[in-house]
């Protein structure tokens, strides 16, 4: 679900309405009492406020439904004021948010549709199927608007693998399910998971979090919008039947925090079918392609429900749905149940008059359950019945435009003071063994393992894969391609949640500037603890207003987005986790350079400036045990201008390889720039710099690039010319060679290599992936751990 | 997206890939790629038939059961039916497999990447099975296999010896057969592809699903039908990192252009 693109107007409530609910169902409905008020997670005004829209006490079937329309999930109720503030136009975008997923222009007739959504809590509790069906859902929304899904990237987190305690134990099972989730659903849908970013901290022991990016390709005129159509079109669900799974999994399970009794909410987790998804794809994208559909929507969270109830509101228009007349897994299921159910890969499709048979056919031809449920009627409201007897009725504004929106204001934490007069430790160790604990950090390390399991081929147009700054796919027929990236370094956010969060933008606007293109749009996932503790309240409004500083100076609109609350464990909230994916174009794919250095004896390059300290960097963390001080400072201006040469240099083909510097500083940037799969370079830049802030901090605004010897000079005179500091900082050395740099640091690059290759296989490699304690099965109700073939 | 072309950084290039693009048979032949359900490495395939030139490729829906007019078959990379209970396992009772099994055993060219290996042993068209991956998790990667059978209708583009790079992506890839038919197949020439390390050699190192005796690809007994492992059709075109897959397309296609009639039959 998106948030909505422009706040409701606070419109008068609806007309008094007759006295009386519609009647209760055959016994299933008791009476509306404040137990039962507070267990559907609403606020006894929020419930006052139900009350004067309609005019009446709504029955139990209607306050469900409220209480999922309303919840934090489906609403956006302490977030979407702020969002507001946030860019949302430009020149490229076609659908800013509001719609399934935002899509822009990326020239030649091509559009592109793109959403990131978290997937936290379901993962918490499942993570196999959490994260599966996380990925099952991102796709949907980007198909629904028409666009075939060609990447998925994934921003994961977790509690630290290292240690044998239960937590640690716990952590490493979480980490393993959440990967084979996410691979084996885009394995077996065929969709390439092309780039992602992991990282670890104590706060996420109790609380993972899991963000799924999708990206589709869809030519600009055959964009579809989630909306009804004209009174009397027909409204059919196609896809799997309706089952009693995840029934208030967003009211309940992602609306609250997390505590000791959360697995008991196992059965609000759905049940993903990748088979059903790839047959719901090919099925959509043909009934999009047919014309037959007036829109297209989901049912994601809150199902039935929502799905109805926004379509008809986009369209301004009521809807009138028989839920008697839906395919049910099983026998008794109530309206409630059926209207709040969550099972995955069902669509809701309103087909143009006329037309429904259309919409049949197709289904058929892909063996999809299709069923004509109601019709788009005239009259504004949102009615359910039950085999022709009405069980709800209440005005469509009501439950889509009138949930209640807040803001609050609190005061900077007092934290963030303590930890900026936090000075650094008095002892460090020499800086070999410092880069080496570092490289041998899981938030450094390579993610091999983790991208391995990932399909990252399949539709053969991956140009540049998992492990680059950003990944590459070609456009279809053209030599153009798109880059995409997913960032966020939360440590940064939770030190100085405003920088931090437009820390984030900068970095994935430079990773796509070392693929050489251009940013077009970025779509966003903001997890964040419970909003009613004044220090998430503060921790939201200061990372939306970073946001909007660097997407305004970026020239950057946000198209889509995700807000993920109640992210807490007994332990306390998470560090604030901003998490941006952005996507660019660029303009020739073929002989792109890489990330990784090219031939011993090219120039290594450092564009941008010398970093001064490590405050709040992975380097403190990991090596000095330390989390203290600010976030490196951003200047905008010079950032821009970073990428502007950098991309420029790209596009030339002036540098055979451009590496951003992010967690681990310099030195680390250098050392992944050297490690090749055919076998470590060495690095000769003993005059480099030695001290621990130039080579482990992580100030922004920096690139390593290698040239020829002989482009040395022209690429420092672009970097002038641009106002941008750079300077030659030594040369590639042969593979198999040494890794020096600065004074100090003089290590065989193999070994460093081995170092980053093996530090999460060995913490992962021969660890039980069974559940480690006696808080559930080990084995996910499908196939746990799916092989099969691409 | 252009035609084949000689990749960067292969170990030995081909010594005719991207050769018979120039090759036109009199009444072009037809190659089908069979869309099952979950089939996803379909369009792909079309694709570097079409990029190898002197063929059409035509999708074939699973539900047909006849393949008149084809000349040569492949079944693509995917999961048919889902595969929740074992690779092909389902598939094998698609209406078009008994076509394919007919087309086959009439000498037609048939080629199974990936998920279609797996279906053509569970077909019995080819022996032995492909099993959960050693080490128990699904494996994407650039591979090495080296050609060891170039006289076949699927690798004549290729010298014996060449060590090509293709992506795999598979959780189900090891393949498995007993040691009889493991020594047949080899004494018979029938392991046309074979995993290899960075060195070139068949050792454990460069065997990503522990596949008996580093097997990558095997053919029938007859010579007309190859399972694989590894993808070819994604190994097309030199800016995804590796061209070396499309000797294998146009051997394919220049098996008909010698054939009169077109259709190569054994």
Known sequence: MSPPATAAPPGAPAGREGAAAPAAVRGLDGPVTPELVEEHGLLPEEYGRIVTLLGRPPNVTELGVFSVLWSEHCAYKNSRRLLRRLPQTGAAVLQGPGENAGVVDVGGGWAAALKIESHNHPSAVEPYQGAATGVGGILRDVFTMGARPVAILDSLRFGPLEGDGPAERRNRYLFDGVVRGVGDYGNCVGVPTVGGETAFAPCYAGNPLVNAMAVGLLRTGDLVRARAGAPGSPVLAVGASTGRDGIHGCSLLASTELDESSLENRPTVQVGDPFTEKLLLEATLEIAASGAAAGIQDMGAAGLSSSSAEMASRAGAGIEIDVGRLHLREPGMTPYEILLSESQERMLVVAQPGRADEVRAICDRWELPCAEIGRVTDDGRWRVLLHGETVADVPVRALVDEAPAYLRDAPEPAYVRRLRGTPPPGAAPAAARALRTLLGSPNVASKRWVWRQYDSTVRAATVAGPGADAAVLRIPGTGRGIALTVDGNARHVFLNPRRGAALAVAEAVRNLACAGARPLALTDCLNFGNPYNPEVTWQFAEAIEGLREACEALGLPVVSGNVSFYNESPAGPVWPTPVVGVLGVLEEVADLPTSRFRAAGDAAILIGPDARDTAGSEYEAAVLGALRGDAPALDLDLETRVHEVVRGLVAERRVGSAHDCAEGGLAAALAESCFDEAGAFGLEAADGPGHAGALFGEAPSRVVVSCAPGEADAVLARCAAAGVPARVLGRVGPRGGRFRLGPDVDVPAAELAAIWEGAIPALMDGTAVGAPDASGPAESPVNPARGGAA | ?266
């Open chain 2, 1 to 266: 997206m252009s035609a084949c072309r000689a990749g960067r950084g292969v170990d030995r290039a081909p010594a005719s890939a991207g050769s018979a693009s120039a090759a036109t048979g009199g009444g072009a032949a037809t190659v089908g790629v069979v869309t099952f359900p979950g089939s996803n490495c379909d369009e792909d395939a079309l694709r570097a038939v079409e990029d190898a030139g002197g063929a059409r490729a035509r999708r074939v829906w699973h539900r047909e059961t006849s393949l008149a007019g084809l000349d040569a078959v492949i079944l693509p990379g995917g999961f048919a039916h889902g595969d929740y209970l074992r690779p092909g396992a389902i598939a094998r009772f698609s209406p078009v497999v008994a076509a394919v099994e007919r087309f086959a055993r009439e000498g037609g060219l048939v080629l199974g990447i990936c998920n279609g290996f797996q279906m053509l042993t569970e077909m019995g068209l080819l022996p032995g099975a492909l099993t959960r991956n050693v080490g128990l998790r699904f494996r994407s990667e650039v591979v090495r296999v080296r050609v060891e059978n170039a006289r076949t209708p699927f690798t004549r583009a290729y010298r014996e010896g060449d060590v090509l790079r293709f992506p795999i992506a598979h959780g189900d890839g090891a393949y498995v057969a007993d040691e009889a038919t493991l020594d047949r197949l080899e004494a018979e020439g029938r392991v046309v592809f074979r995993y290899v390390d960075a060195g070139g050699d068949a050792t454990p190192a460069g065997n990503p699903n522990g596949s008996a005796r580093n097997v990558a690809g095997i053919l029938n007994e007859a010579g007309n039908v190859l399972g694989l492992m590894p993808h070819p059709e994604r190994a097309c075109d030199a800016a995804l990192g590796s061209s070396d897959g499309c000797g294998v397309f146009a051997s394919l296609v220049s098996a008909f252009v010698g054939a009169a009639g077109g259709a190569a039959r054994a």
